[in-house]
């Protein structure tokens, strides 16, 4: 028997794969039929091999609507809260049953970093659609969003090459 119950997964950790995890589950969903959105909150300014193929995909909409603060670059926080509002109302929108899944890449790190109340997080599962598979990624993810989810997988950094110096490499990480 086959649900059509969408539910809550939360990808989070200190380790690497929370992203690449999500994106899994999204091509499987897409693979499948059904409609998906992945929102990026925290990488506008960056052009993954991954959202490449996704945006490639006709059932699949990508979004890069948060800005980038992985980049280093000084920004204007009050046009980085401007633009995570622009994210948090597509984000409302995606899960209100226009898409089968929708992942908000980093949207727990932006709450965990005071940029979105964590709140907000709490009002997009609370008016998400029943068949609506909803996907959370990001590192801090608290107490009391890991009791709302159905699913939390937590990565865990043992060891990485960035330790030695290797930096990130196109095709791998990102």
Request: include cysteine; charged fraction near 25%.
């Amino acid at each position: 028997m086959v649900s059509e119950l969408g539910l809550i997964q939360i990808y989070t950790g200190d380790g690497k794969g929370k992203t690449t995890a999500a994106v899994g589950l999204l091509v499987r969903a897409a693979g499948q039929g059904l409609r998906c959105q992945i929102i990026h909150f925290m990488k506008s300014e960056i052009v993954s091999g991954e959202d490449k193929t996704l945006s490639a995909i006709k059932n699949v909409t990508v979004m890069t609507i948060g800005s980038n603060l992985i980049s280093g670059k000084n920004q204007n926080l009050e046009e980085v809260r401007t633009s995570l509002k622009l994210a948090l109302l597509e984000s409302k929108k995606a899960v209100s049953g226009e898409y089968d899944l929708v992942v908000l890449d980093e949207i727990i790190v932006a709450s965990s970093l005071g940029l979105i109340p964590e709140s907000e997080i709490f009002e997009i599962a609370k008016i998400k659609a029943e068949a609506t598979e909803l996907i959370l990624t990001g590192r801090g993810a608290t107490d009391s969003l890991i009791e709302m989810a159905d699913l939390v997988t937590e990565m865990r950094e043992i060891k990485h090459p960035f330790a030695t110096g290797v930096e990130a490499r196109r095709g791998i990480e990102f």
